[in-house]
């Protein structure tokens, strides 16, 4: 009916007709036939085909679109996300942090992806195996994809591991049974592994930090930081943090601090606000010691009068675990500085601190004295900050003797898997060429990050 209104039309039934029938409903998509066209067209990218028809002017666009479906037909619950997730984790890695674009390797074929299943006779989950059509991980770099962590005496960075390497630490001990390693720090030897079965306890697909516990019944009991419950929600839900600016960026690098958007606290014209991240390679269960780092912003409104500048005396801490004990701590400065705040300026600091349970918070004030009225003191409230172990996907702690008591979503899980003797390094032997591990190491030394011991008292 050419341009005529969207409202459907009545005409009025001669007296001995039959009732006219109701007008059918208006056309949407959720009365669409379930056409399998449909469905390939929801998960190819359109851009993809144009620059593919662009390579191959002989073919036409239908047949680029066949081979291009019949190629990665079998991502379909997948590709359109995990497509997306890296289009936007590098266009914002072009424009934050550029060094890392050039770490991307690209994508390997499905004959690739097969001949690893066969080299380690197990299964690739689809969502994995679809990610790596897209980019096969990164090289073996500093700074790596998957975030970094640095104190003034400890640094990690995570490098996403391309699926030749990744199948090189397939891991078929005692304990890391049938675990695919997804990412691996050179300077700690962190790694985050993949559970590809159903095995000592695990739930298949699920990702986590492992840990050896000291102190279990078992000797080699095996502790699990959980992070994800598939690889698709674990890469998507990272991303979405990354390109939201959930983390920040500091020196290039994407450092994986949390900040809770409510935790932020302004005094007259200062305001303070704190981000957090919990280091699985520094926490043990067993003894309980589960390390923290925080970072606080310390900020004098531009709008600030100029004898409003002052300088930061002193710091007083309550710090509470997840049992309600309670610890205070009282000192001069800050990490051995006294910081001047003035309008318009920032200072920032990273400290640590860490708990016998696997939750706890932090809450405090800060003393300053102003340069201008010199005999005038005054405290700047440090908000309430909550420390989790995991707090996006917390685990069960399965042992019956644990010694924590705080609420049970909160611990990770323990697996009393036994390990055979001499295996306890969580670096797999032959993961990474000789020559590859010295190069990285002496590129750490050059920028300064060669590990140390962390010191004692960090709050």
């Known amino acids: 009916m050419g341009g ?3 409202h459907w039309l009545k005409m009025a039934a001669p007296p001995d007709a039959q009732p006219a029938m109701d007008p059918p409903a208006a056309l949407s998509l959720e009365l669409l036939p379930t056409d399998p066209l449909l469905l390939i067209l929801s998960f190819l990218d359109y851009r993809d085909l144009v620059r593919e028809e662009k390579s191959r002017r002989k073919e036409s666009w239908k047949s680029i679109f066949i081979s291009t479906y019949s190629d990665l037909g079998r991502y379909i619950r997948y590709y359109a996300t995990l497509k997306k997730a890296w289009d936007d984790l590098e266009q914002f890695l072009g424009q934050r942090c550029p060094r890392m674009i050039g770490s ?5 074929r499905e004959e690739d992806l097969d001949a690893v299943e066969a080299q380690i006779r197990c299964k690739l989950p689809d969502d994995y195996r679809c990610s790596f059509r897209i980019h096969n991980g990164q090289k073996l770099v500093v700074p790596g994809l998957m975030g970094s962590m640095a104190l003034s005496n400890h640094y990690r960075s995570e490098d996403l591991l391309d699926i030749d390497t990744a199948a090189g630490g397939f891991q078929q001990r005692l ?53 994800g419950t598939s690889y698709l929600e674990w890469f998507t839900s990272y991303v979405n943090k990354v390109v939201t600016g959930g983390y920040p960026i500091i020196r ?38 589960y390390f923290f780092t925080y970072r606080i912003r310390i900020e004098m409104s531009k709008d600030a009068l100029p004898e409003k500048a002052c300088q930061l005396d002193s710091r007083y801490w309550r710090i509470t675990n997840a049992k309600g004990d309670v610890d205070e701590v009282q000192g001069p400065g800050v990490v051995g500085e006294f910081p001047i705040i003035s309008p318009g300026r920032v200072y920032e600091y990273t400290s640590c601190t860490t708990f016998s349970t696997t939750s706890g918070y932090m809450e405090g004030y800060y003393t300053f004295h102003c ?50 003797s001499g295996t306890a390094h969580i670096v797999p032997d032959g993961i990474f060429p000789k020559q590859t591990v010295s190069g990285m190491l002496l590129e750490l030394k050059s920028l300064g990050l060669v590990h140390k011991n962390i010191s004692a008292s960090c709050k």
């Open 175 to 227: 304990g890391l049974k049938q675990c695919l390693p997804l990412t691996f720090c050179i300077h700690t030897g962190l790694s985050q592994y993949m559970a590809l079965e159903s095995v000592e306890g695990r739930n298949k697909y699920e990702i986590f930090y492992q840990c050896p516990d000291q102190m279990a019944r078992n000797p080699s009991a095996i502790v699990m930081f959980i992070t």
């Open 4 to 6: 005529a209104s969207r």
């Open 371 to 420: 340069l201008y009225y010199k005999d005038r003191f005054f405290n700047v409230t440090i908000p309430r900050f909550h420390m989790e172990t995991n707090p996006n996907e917390p685990a069960v702690d399965e042992d019956e003797d644990a010694t924590a008591t705080d609420d049970t979503e909160d611990r990770p899980r323990v697996l009393d898997i036994p390990e055979p």
């Open 104 to 108: 991307l390797k690209e994508s390997v």
């Open 252 to 289: 290039d690098q994407i450092f994986r601090y949390v900040h809770d958007k409510d935790c932020v606290a302004t005094t007259e014209d200062i305001t303070v606000s704190v981000s957090t991240s919990f280091l699985p390679e520094l926490s043990s269960v067993h003894p309980p010691h």
